[in-house]
């Protein structure tokens, strides 16, 4: 009884882990099944959003006037994944949008966006571009329209060539064609221009603007430069074209400082110019003669010139260079001395000379 009750016992301990043995093997199998689901869900919802972007948010187009056109672009793009279809509403019809739908996997769609101010009152206004996708959104722009206008002149200024080491100053005038007061800023991104004044106020008397180049610290070469003009009446630029450019170098004078009055000397000058423009010189022989300015020779070319010293003295020649654009070298400078003769000694030799002659003619004959 007792031996039988024992192997109960065991029988009874071996269905129980047997069970207990299925019962965690069912359980690991549905866990497993559960993650690997879980995970192609996920999976699915990463791999099939797709997101709407676009930018700016929105345009400020400022003042403007009544009657015109002005126009602005965004982007709208998918900034998540699979295809994102999109499409735009306005509600003004002053305001103008293409396209109106689209399509996007990832690239940037550009959107031109126009307002039109024709037969609007003075005020200010907002007008939205609806866009829908993924939910809806707006993109907002603004204006103001005002009664007063801008008006300047000259639109642009042609100053030509400007050489490096000098200033230059233009001007314009700006003024109110409109009504009320024009408030009016000037700027410019260069700092080698300044503007004065640089802000006002205009009913309908013109101001004058004055505008100051100084090259000395830019670059040789052409120059397109803007002032851009904001007003609330209306946003504009001057546009001022220029070219700067360099001087020939000083020159270079090759020739005697000790000369005799009345003898022909030859004097060498040159100079280099760092665009290869053509050059000229300029001679002041500092004996009250200034010559004109030669014919144009190209750069590095000898330019020969002779001189003849009609008096004695210490002479300062001065010589200048300029290019075709006349932009003029610094002086050259070199000093001649003619020295003066000395009469005594002059007629002490022909004395000599002539008793020299005397003998020999002498004792010629009396061989």
Same mark, same amino acid.
């Given at each position: 009884?007792?031996?039988?009750?024992?192997?109960?016992?065991?029988?009874?301990?071996?269905?129980?882990?047997?069970?207990?043995?299925?019962?965690?093997?069912?359980?690991?199998?549905?866990?497993?099944?559960?993650?690997?689901?879980?995970?192609?869900?996920?999976?699915?919802?990463?791999?099939?959003?797709?997101?709407?972007?676009?930018?700016?948010?929105?345009?400020?187009?400022?003042?403007?006037?009544?009657?015109?056109?002005?126009?602005?672009?965004?982007?709208?793009?998918?900034?998540?994944?699979?295809?994102?279809?999109?499409?735009?509403?306005?509600?003004?019809?002053?305001?103008?949008?293409?396209?109106?739908?689209?399509?996007?996997?990832?690239?940037?769609?550009?959107?031109?966006?126009?307002?039109?101010?024709?037969?609007?009152?003075?005020?200010?206004?907002?007008?939205?571009?609806?866009?829908?996708?993924?939910?809806?959104?707006?993109?907002?722009?603004?204006?103001?329209?005002?009664?007063?206008?801008?008006?300047?002149?000259?639109?642009?200024?042609?100053?030509?060539?400007?050489?490096?080491?000098?200033?230059?100053?233009?001007?314009?005038?700006?003024?109110?064609?409109?009504?009320?007061?024009?408030?009016?800023?000037?700027?410019?991104?260069?700092?080698?221009?300044?503007?004065?004044?640089? +802000?006002? =106020?205009? &009913? @309908?008397?013109?101001? !004058?603007? %004055? #505008?100051?180049?100084?090259? *000395?610290?830019?670059?040789?070469?052409?120059?397109?430069?803007?002032?851009?003009?904001?007003?609330?009446?209306?946003?504009?630029?001057?546009?001022? +074209?220029? =070219?700067? &450019? @360099?001087?020939?170098? !000083?020159? %270079? #004078?090759?020739?005697?400082? *000790?000369?005799?009055?009345?003898?022909?000397?030859?004097?060498?000058?040159?100079?280099?110019?760092?665009?290869?423009?053509?050059?000229?010189?300029?001679?002041?022989?500092?004996?009250?003669?200034?010559?004109?300015?030669?014919?144009?020779?190209?750069?590095?070319?000898?330019?020969?010139?002779?001189?003849?010293?009609?008096?004695?003295?210490?002479?300062?020649?001065?010589?200048?260079?300029?290019?075709?654009?006349?932009?003029?070298?610094?002086?050259?400078?070199?000093?001649?001395?003619?020295?003066?003769?000395?009469?005594?000694?002059?007629?002490?030799?022909?004395?000599?000379?002539?008793?020299?002659?005397?003998?020999?003619?002498?004792?010629?004959?009396?061989?």
């Amino acid at each position: 009884m007792k031996k039988f009750y024992s192997k109960n016992k065991l029988l009874i301990f071996l269905i129980n882990s047997a069970i207990i043995l299925l019962i965690i093997s069912n359980t690991s199998a549905i866990n497993q099944n559960t993650n690997i689901h879980s995970v192609n869900i996920s999976k699915n919802n990463v791999t099939n959003i797709p997101k709407l972007a676009w930018y700016p948010k929105s345009h400020d187009f400022g003042f403007v006037q009544e009657g015109n056109i002005y126009k602005t672009v965004f982007e709208i793009w998918n900034n998540g994944t699979d295809i994102m279809e999109w499409s735009l509403q306005i509600r003004d019809n002053w305001v103008k949008v293409n396209p109106y739908s689209g399509f996007s996997s990832g690239e940037h769609d550009i959107i031109n966006v126009s307002i039109d101010t024709t037969e609007l009152n003075s005020g200010e206004y907002e007008g939205n571009v609806y866009i829908h996708s993924e939910g809806d959104y707006i993109y907002y722009t603004y204006f103001s329209i005002t009664e007063a206008k801008l008006a300047f002149y000259p639109k642009y200024h042609d100053v030509g060539y400007i050489p490096k080491d000098e200033n230059h100053t233009i001007n314009f005038e700006i003024w109110n064609e409109g009504e009320g007061d024009l408030n009016w800023i000037l700027h410019s991104n260069s700092d080698f221009i300044s503007i004065i004044p640089s +802000n006002g =106020t205009s &009913n @309908n008397e013109h101001d !004058i603007v %004055n #505008i100051a180049l100084d090259p *000395k610290n830019i670059l040789s070469g052409k120059y397109n430069e803007k002032i851009n003009i904001t007003s609330d009446g209306g946003n504009d630029y001057l546009m001022i +074209n220029f =070219t700067i &450019n @360099n001087p020939p170098t !000083i020159p %270079n #004078i090759d020739g005697k400082t *000790k000369s005799k009055s009345g003898k022909e000397y030859l004097y060498k000058i040159s100079s280099f110019d760092t665009e290869e423009d053509n050059i000229s010189y300029f001679i002041d022989w500092g004996d009250d003669f200034k010559s004109n300015w030669s014919s144009f020779i190209p750069s590095g070319q000898i330019f020969n010139v002779t001189k003849i010293w009609n008096e004695t003295g210490i002479y300062s020649i001065k010589v200048k260079a300029k290019d075709t654009y006349n932009s003029e070298s610094n002086w050259a400078v070199l000093k001649v001395e003619v020295p003066t003769t000395n009469f005594l000694n002059n007629i002490f030799t022909k004395s000599i000379l002539n008793i020299i002659k005397f003998f020999k003619n002498n004792l010629i004959s009396k061989l």
